[in-house]
Protein backbone atom coordinates (compact mmCIF):
# COMPACT_ATOMS: atom_id res chain seq x y z
CA UNK A 1 0.00 0.00 0.00
CA UNK A 2 1.20 3.41 -1.04
CA UNK A 3 0.58 6.43 0.86
CA UNK A 4 0.24 9.62 -1.03
CA UNK A 5 1.75 12.78 0.71
CA UNK A 6 0.55 16.34 -0.11
CA UNK A 7 3.04 17.82 -2.07
CA UNK A 8 2.21 21.00 -1.21
CA UNK A 9 4.05 23.38 1.67
CA UNK A 10 1.37 25.51 3.19
CA UNK A 11 2.54 28.40 5.75
CA UNK A 12 0.50 27.89 9.18
CA UNK A 13 -1.85 29.86 9.05
CA UNK A 14 -3.53 27.47 5.54
CA UNK A 15 -2.93 24.44 7.15
CA UNK A 16 -5.81 22.21 7.57
CA UNK A 17 -7.86 21.45 10.87
CA UNK A 18 -6.54 17.94 11.30
CA UNK A 19 -3.53 16.06 9.63
CA UNK A 20 -1.45 13.68 9.42
CA UNK A 21 2.53 13.97 9.46
CA UNK A 22 4.84 11.06 7.50
CA UNK A 23 8.16 11.77 9.93
CA UNK A 24 9.81 9.75 7.19
CA UNK A 25 13.18 12.23 8.53
CA UNK A 26 12.76 11.49 12.21
CA UNK A 27 13.82 7.90 14.00
CA UNK A 28 14.98 7.23 17.34
CA UNK A 29 18.14 5.57 19.28
CA UNK A 30 17.24 2.34 21.45
CA UNK A 31 18.20 1.24 24.37
CA UNK A 32 17.49 -1.71 26.45
CA UNK A 33 19.37 -3.94 29.05
CA UNK A 34 19.05 -4.16 32.61
CA UNK A 35 21.33 -0.89 32.89
CA UNK A 36 19.73 1.56 30.22
CA UNK A 37 18.55 3.67 32.58
CA UNK A 38 21.80 3.65 34.68
CA UNK A 39 24.00 4.28 31.74
CA UNK A 40 21.70 6.60 29.75
CA UNK A 41 21.98 8.99 33.14
CA UNK A 42 25.66 9.45 32.82
CA UNK A 43 25.34 10.60 28.89
CA UNK A 44 22.19 12.83 28.50
CA UNK A 45 20.87 16.29 30.22
CA UNK A 46 17.86 15.47 31.28
CA UNK A 47 17.32 12.95 34.75
CA UNK A 48 16.34 9.59 33.47
CA UNK A 49 15.38 8.89 36.94
CA UNK A 50 12.59 11.06 36.24
CA UNK A 51 10.79 9.00 33.31
CA UNK A 52 8.84 6.70 35.48
CA UNK A 53 6.66 9.55 36.57
CA UNK A 54 6.94 11.97 33.85
CA UNK A 55 7.04 9.47 31.11
CA UNK A 56 8.34 11.94 28.62
CA UNK A 57 11.18 14.10 28.66
CA UNK A 58 12.93 16.29 26.29
CA UNK A 59 17.20 16.24 27.09
CA UNK A 60 20.33 16.81 25.12
CA UNK A 61 23.24 14.29 24.19
CA UNK A 62 26.71 16.61 24.55
CA UNK A 63 30.31 15.60 23.45
CA UNK A 64 32.99 15.97 26.34
CA UNK A 65 32.87 19.71 25.51
CA UNK A 66 29.40 20.12 26.17
CA UNK A 67 28.25 20.60 22.63
CA UNK A 68 25.34 19.13 21.55
CA UNK A 69 24.68 16.05 19.39
CA UNK A 70 21.51 15.87 19.00
CA UNK A 71 17.94 16.99 21.23
CA UNK A 72 15.70 14.19 22.13
CA UNK A 73 12.27 13.69 23.26
CA UNK A 74 13.13 11.09 25.25
CA UNK A 75 9.82 8.21 26.20
CA UNK A 76 9.57 4.61 26.30
CA UNK A 77 8.39 1.62 24.15
CA UNK A 78 7.19 -1.58 26.19
CA UNK A 79 10.85 -1.81 27.83
CA UNK A 80 13.14 0.32 25.50
CA UNK A 81 14.17 4.06 25.81
CA UNK A 82 13.32 5.36 22.74
CA UNK A 83 15.67 9.06 21.88
CA UNK A 84 13.52 10.49 19.33
CA UNK A 85 14.99 13.01 17.08
CA UNK A 86 15.75 13.85 13.52
CA UNK A 87 17.53 11.06 11.26
CA UNK A 88 20.01 13.68 10.70
CA UNK A 89 21.64 13.86 14.24
CA UNK A 90 21.37 10.28 14.78
CA UNK A 91 24.65 8.60 13.41
CA UNK A 92 26.76 10.59 15.71
CA UNK A 93 24.69 10.38 18.77
CA UNK A 94 24.26 6.67 17.60
CA UNK A 95 27.86 6.01 17.88
CA UNK A 96 29.33 8.47 20.99
CA UNK A 97 26.72 5.83 23.01
CA UNK A 98 27.71 2.54 21.46
CA UNK A 99 31.31 4.22 22.41
CA UNK A 100 30.69 3.93 26.40
CA UNK A 101 27.91 1.84 25.95
CA UNK A 102 30.18 -1.31 26.03
CA UNK A 103 30.66 -1.58 29.38
CA UNK A 104 27.25 -1.47 30.41
CA UNK A 105 24.61 -3.85 30.58
CA UNK A 106 22.76 -1.78 27.60
CA UNK A 107 21.86 -2.75 24.07
CA UNK A 108 21.76 0.46 21.74
CA UNK A 109 20.60 0.54 18.30
CA UNK A 110 18.72 2.40 15.57
CA UNK A 111 14.75 1.43 15.25
CA UNK A 112 14.59 0.79 11.34
CA UNK A 113 11.78 -1.53 12.16
CA UNK A 114 10.10 1.25 13.59
CA UNK A 115 7.72 4.08 11.75
CA UNK A 116 6.62 7.20 12.56
CA UNK A 117 3.70 9.59 12.49
CA UNK A 118 1.97 12.00 13.69
CA UNK A 119 -1.49 13.93 13.98
CA UNK A 120 -1.78 17.27 14.59
CA UNK A 121 -5.21 19.66 14.90
CA UNK A 122 -8.30 20.43 16.83
CA UNK A 123 -9.77 17.15 16.88
CA UNK A 124 -6.82 15.15 16.33
CA UNK A 125 -7.79 13.44 19.87
CA UNK A 126 -10.87 12.45 18.87
CA UNK A 127 -9.81 11.29 15.70
CA UNK A 128 -7.16 8.53 18.05
CA UNK A 129 -10.30 7.78 19.97
CA UNK A 130 -12.31 6.44 16.98
CA UNK A 131 -9.23 3.71 16.12
CA UNK A 132 -7.29 3.16 20.20
CA UNK A 133 -9.28 1.88 23.30
CA UNK A 134 -7.15 4.62 25.00
CA UNK A 135 -5.13 8.00 24.23
CA UNK A 136 -2.89 9.80 26.28
CA UNK A 137 -3.14 13.13 27.25
CA UNK A 138 -1.25 15.78 29.82
CA UNK A 139 -1.31 13.28 32.93
CA UNK A 140 -0.14 10.31 31.05
CA UNK A 141 1.71 11.15 27.73
CA UNK A 142 2.47 7.71 26.83
CA UNK A 143 0.34 4.88 26.30
CA UNK A 144 0.83 1.69 24.73
CA UNK A 145 -2.07 -0.09 22.91
CA UNK A 146 -1.64 -3.64 21.71
CA UNK A 147 1.70 -2.82 18.88
CA UNK A 148 1.32 1.10 18.81
CA UNK A 149 2.89 3.13 20.99
CA UNK A 150 1.04 7.36 21.46
CA UNK A 151 2.67 9.93 22.45
CA UNK A 152 1.00 13.07 23.73
CA UNK A 153 2.79 16.24 22.73
CA UNK A 154 1.77 19.49 24.90
CA UNK A 155 2.08 22.59 22.83
CA UNK A 156 -0.34 25.65 20.95
CA UNK A 157 -1.08 22.85 18.56
CA UNK A 158 -2.50 19.56 19.40
CA UNK A 159 0.00 16.89 18.83
CA UNK A 160 -0.08 13.02 18.89
CA UNK A 161 3.12 10.63 18.01
CA UNK A 162 2.00 7.08 16.80
CA UNK A 163 4.88 4.78 16.59
CA UNK A 164 4.55 1.31 14.62
CA UNK A 165 6.26 -1.32 13.21
CA UNK A 166 7.59 -0.09 9.67
CA UNK A 167 5.33 -2.88 8.12
CA UNK A 168 2.16 -1.57 10.23
CA UNK A 169 2.51 1.61 9.52
CA UNK A 170 0.68 2.11 6.21
CA UNK A 171 -2.65 0.50 7.21
CA UNK A 172 -2.91 2.68 10.05
CA UNK A 173 -2.69 5.62 7.99
CA UNK A 174 -5.37 4.89 5.96
CA UNK A 175 -8.15 4.25 7.89
CA UNK A 176 -7.89 8.26 9.54
CA UNK A 177 -8.70 10.01 5.94
CA UNK A 178 -6.77 12.65 6.78
CA UNK A 179 -4.57 14.62 4.08
CA UNK A 180 -0.73 13.21 4.83
CA UNK A 181 2.33 15.60 4.84
CA UNK A 182 6.12 15.37 4.61
CA UNK A 183 8.47 15.63 7.87
CA UNK A 184 8.97 19.24 6.39
CA UNK A 185 5.73 20.72 8.31
CA UNK A 186 6.50 18.87 11.61
CA UNK A 187 10.13 21.11 11.15
CA UNK A 188 7.39 24.14 10.82
CA UNK A 189 5.92 22.95 14.08
CA UNK A 190 8.98 22.52 15.67
CA UNK A 191 10.24 26.19 14.88
CA UNK A 192 7.20 27.39 16.09
CA UNK A 193 7.05 25.84 19.28
CA UNK A 194 10.46 26.46 19.92
CA UNK A 195 11.51 22.88 19.70
CA UNK A 196 15.28 22.77 18.39
CA UNK A 197 15.27 20.83 15.84
CA UNK A 198 19.51 20.09 14.90
CA UNK A 199 20.73 19.33 11.18
CA UNK A 200 24.72 17.15 10.64
CA UNK A 201 25.69 20.73 9.96
CA UNK A 202 24.54 22.12 13.12
CA UNK A 203 25.44 19.52 15.73
CA UNK A 204 28.74 20.48 18.04
CA UNK A 205 28.06 23.90 17.24
CA UNK A 206 25.72 24.53 20.59
CA UNK A 207 25.89 24.13 24.06
CA UNK A 208 22.01 23.52 25.49
CA UNK A 209 21.44 26.41 26.48
CA UNK A 210 21.71 28.06 23.52
CA UNK A 211 18.99 25.78 22.08
CA UNK A 212 16.71 26.93 25.12
CA UNK A 213 17.37 23.31 26.73
CA UNK A 214 16.96 24.54 30.20
CA UNK A 215 13.20 26.73 28.66
CA UNK A 216 11.85 23.23 28.22
CA UNK A 217 12.65 21.22 30.94
CA UNK A 218 15.25 19.78 29.46
CA UNK A 219 18.27 20.04 31.67
CA UNK A 220 18.41 18.88 35.23
CA UNK A 221 21.20 20.98 37.40
CA UNK A 222 20.85 18.48 40.38
CA UNK A 223 21.27 15.14 38.76
CA UNK A 224 24.94 14.87 39.19
CA UNK A 225 27.78 14.03 36.51
CA UNK A 226 26.96 13.38 32.98
CA UNK A 227 29.01 13.69 29.42
CA UNK A 228 29.59 18.08 29.29
CA UNK A 229 28.01 18.34 32.49
CA UNK A 230 31.04 20.72 33.37
CA UNK A 231 30.46 23.25 30.58
CA UNK A 232 27.01 23.11 30.91
CA UNK A 233 26.93 23.91 34.43
CA UNK A 234 29.40 26.50 33.85
CA UNK A 235 26.84 27.93 31.60
CA UNK A 236 24.33 28.47 34.20
CA UNK A 237 25.88 29.92 37.31
CA UNK A 238 28.47 31.74 36.03
CA UNK A 239 26.06 33.46 33.68
CA UNK A 240 28.64 32.46 30.28
CA UNK A 241 25.88 31.95 27.86
CA UNK A 242 25.26 35.15 25.44
CA UNK A 243 23.08 33.13 23.26
CA UNK A 244 19.54 31.75 22.27
CA UNK A 245 17.51 30.03 20.01
CA UNK A 246 14.25 32.30 18.28
CA UNK A 247 11.93 31.42 15.80
CA UNK A 248 11.63 34.14 12.85
CA UNK A 249 8.88 34.40 10.08
CA UNK A 250 8.86 37.09 7.13
CA UNK A 251 8.48 36.66 3.22
CA UNK A 252 11.84 35.01 1.38
CA UNK A 253 11.23 34.57 -2.52
CA UNK A 254 15.28 33.17 -3.25
CA UNK A 255 16.87 29.94 -2.06
CA UNK A 256 18.52 30.40 1.03
CA UNK A 257 22.63 29.19 0.33
CA UNK A 258 24.09 30.84 3.25
CA UNK A 259 22.51 30.06 6.82
CA UNK A 260 23.18 33.40 8.24
CA UNK A 261 20.54 36.20 9.98
CA UNK A 262 22.41 39.27 9.70
CA UNK A 263 21.20 42.51 11.95
CA UNK A 264 21.67 46.10 10.93
CA UNK A 265 23.51 48.16 12.89
CA UNK A 266 23.17 52.11 11.42
CA UNK A 267 23.30 51.88 7.71
CA UNK A 268 25.30 48.49 7.96
CA UNK A 269 24.67 44.99 8.30
CA UNK A 270 26.44 42.42 10.73
CA UNK A 271 26.42 38.98 11.68
CA UNK A 272 23.49 38.47 14.04
CA UNK A 273 23.43 34.18 14.31
CA UNK A 274 22.82 31.15 12.15
CA UNK A 275 19.96 29.66 10.78
CA UNK A 276 19.57 25.74 12.83
CA UNK A 277 16.52 25.02 10.56
CA UNK A 278 13.89 26.75 8.18
CA UNK A 279 10.81 26.21 6.76
CA UNK A 280 9.96 27.64 3.06
CA UNK A 281 5.80 27.75 2.45
CA UNK A 282 4.46 27.74 -1.22
CA UNK A 283 3.16 31.26 -0.71
CA UNK A 284 6.70 32.70 0.21
CA UNK A 285 6.18 32.88 4.12
CA UNK A 286 9.66 31.66 5.87
CA UNK A 287 9.69 30.50 9.24
CA UNK A 288 13.42 30.00 10.90
CA UNK A 289 14.59 28.68 14.00
CA UNK A 290 17.85 30.40 14.26
CA UNK A 291 21.04 30.74 17.16
CA UNK A 292 21.15 34.55 17.62
CA UNK A 293 22.48 36.89 21.02
CA UNK A 294 20.29 36.82 23.79
CA UNK A 295 19.40 40.14 23.79
CA UNK A 296 17.87 39.87 20.50
CA UNK A 297 14.43 42.00 20.36
CA UNK A 298 11.43 43.14 18.45
CA UNK A 299 12.71 46.16 17.75
CA UNK A 300 16.28 44.45 16.36
CA UNK A 301 15.85 44.65 12.19
CA UNK A 302 17.12 41.43 11.26
CA UNK A 303 17.29 39.54 7.44
CA UNK A 304 18.72 36.26 5.68
CA UNK A 305 21.88 37.45 4.40
CA UNK A 306 22.07 38.16 0.91
CA UNK A 307 18.44 38.58 0.78
CA UNK A 308 18.16 42.14 1.13
CA UNK A 309 14.25 42.00 1.05
CA UNK A 310 13.89 39.19 3.62
CA UNK A 311 12.54 41.51 6.56
CA UNK A 312 12.27 39.02 9.58
CA UNK A 313 10.16 39.71 12.84
CA UNK A 314 10.36 37.06 16.04
CA UNK A 315 7.70 34.71 16.70
CA UNK A 316 6.95 34.72 20.13
CA UNK A 317 7.48 31.11 21.60
CA UNK A 318 5.51 29.17 24.22
CA UNK A 319 8.17 29.30 27.25
CA UNK A 320 10.18 31.99 28.85
CA UNK A 321 14.10 31.56 29.06
CA UNK A 322 14.49 31.69 32.46
CA UNK A 323 12.30 28.60 33.27
CA UNK A 324 14.60 25.47 34.57
Not at 132 to 143: E, G, K, R
Not at 214 to 232: D, N, P, R
Not at 238 to 264: H, M, V, W
Not at 310 to 317: E, K, R, Y
Amino acid sequence: MTIAIESTKPSLANLPNNYLISLQDYSAISLIGEEQSKYLQGQVTCDVNELEQKSLLHGAHCNAKGKVFSCFRLFNREQQHLLFQPKATIESSLSELKKFGVFAKVEISSTDNLAFIAIVGEQAGEHLKAKFAQIPDSLSPVVQVGTTTLVYLAGELTRYLIIEESENINAIISTFELPVFSSDIWNLLEITEGIPALTMQTENEYVPQMLNMQAIHGISFTKGCYLGQETVARMQYLGKNKKALFALSGENTEEITKPIIEKQLGENWRKAGDITTFYQADDNQCYIQAVLTSDTDSSTQLRIKDHSASSLSIIDLPYTLNEE
